[in-house]
């Protein structure tokens, strides 16, 4: 079993800066694929961003494309998702979650195998 905690979570204003971070307690970090996912009031758990066990790869929902930067440092066991100018629409509960399988397949899809408790993003107007 792989324990998953994020932190990093707040109260931003529109157009602010967050940084989420993810780490894990378990020796194999750099053989897992990460990736975030968020979920709104009311509304489906989505995919936001997925980075690769070696970090060369990265994948983002077009909604945070070109605001959102994923990276990880395997040396620290620790995944870090920059959130650069936030909106309120992005005002979600965000996950981060883990699997042994490629990257890619986190991108819109929620069977992921490990996910962490949340940590909630509030962006004010």
């Known amino acids: 079993q792989v324990q998953l905690v994020e932190s990093g979570g707040g109260l931003v204003q529109a157009g602010g800066s967050l940084t989420l971070s993810c780490t894990t307690a378990?020796?194999?970090?750099?053989?897992?694929?990460m990736g975030w996912y968020r979920q709104a009031p009311g509304k489906e758990r989505e995919f936001v961003a997925a980075i690769s066990e070696s970090g060369d790869s990265t994948y983002y929902a077009d909604s945070v494309k070109g605001r959102f930067t994923l990276s990880r440092d395997n040396a620290k066991k620790l995944v870090h998702l920059q959130m650069n100018s936030l909106k309120p629409d992005d005002t979600a509960v965000y996950y981060c979650?883990?699997?042994?399988?490629?990257?890619?397949?986190?991108?819109?899809?929620?069977?992921?195998?490990?996910w962490g408790p949340g940590t909630q993003v509030t962006v004010s107007s």
């Open positions: 979650a883990a699997d042994y399988r490629p990257a890619q397949i986190f991108v819109n899809n929620l069977l992921i195998q490990f």
């Open positions: 378990g020796r194999t970090f750099s053989t897992y694929s």
